[in-house]
């Protein structure tokens, strides 16, 4: 079925998380009031990205939930947003979707953890998350997870159409959002939702662009590099000849 999307592009809280929540609220509820079926926020946005104090900024995802549910319902509107999530074993890189009902539907764990950083300060995730969506089967890939082929195959042979990726990515890599998000999308025909911060934080420039891109590739939405609301709506009569096959016709070859 038709579905409409939205996507916040904003810059880091910089620890302020009584700023988040209030930009959150604000963002869902323009999206829901405007007929969207969910709306995706970037990575760690309840804390900000790069920072030295995210054990300190760490929630449960019960404590995520119990703040996010009441806005979610509010607004009418599934919400999804990266945070850092506390575990007995250290913190994850991770992003909860609660449903338009406050309850949640998934909560994934970056699995690709980018550069030492992260892999000092994170707990990698070991496993996909897809989840039931409007009548879609979406999945929740964070930033450095949607860059990886083989990820994103195998949710598209799970039947996953829809990917939500929360994403925090900075100068020099802006080819990841022109050209490698948009080919993803178009070589697994699904559609991907990729909510970036814009603004700097510390040391990094991030530089927007966030997008929503259909299934043959092409760029639904995309922002510029200021904070904004994007909103697109996402057909369900894609000419099935525009789409990709590749699943379908991959030959193996032997080595």
Known sequence: MPIKLALWQGESVAGDRGRALSEIARASRAAGQM?????TFPELFLSGYERDDLGELA???????GHLSPMAQRAACAICIGYPERLAEGIANSAICLGADGQVLANHRKIQLFGQTEATRFVAGDRYTTFALAG???AVLICYDVEFAPHIAALQGQGVDLILAPTANMRPFEHV????VP???????LSIVYANYCGREAHLEYFGESSITGPDGRMLARAGQHPCLLIADLPDDYEPAHLSTQSRDFRQVAP
């Open 35 to 39: 007929g969207a079926a969910a709306i």
């Open 59 to 65: 929630m449960t995802q019960d404590e995520v939930a």
């Open 183 to 189: 080919t993803m999308a178009a070589n697994h025909a």
């Open 136 to 138: 879609r089967k979406a």
């Open 177 to 180: 959002g022109h050209h490698v």
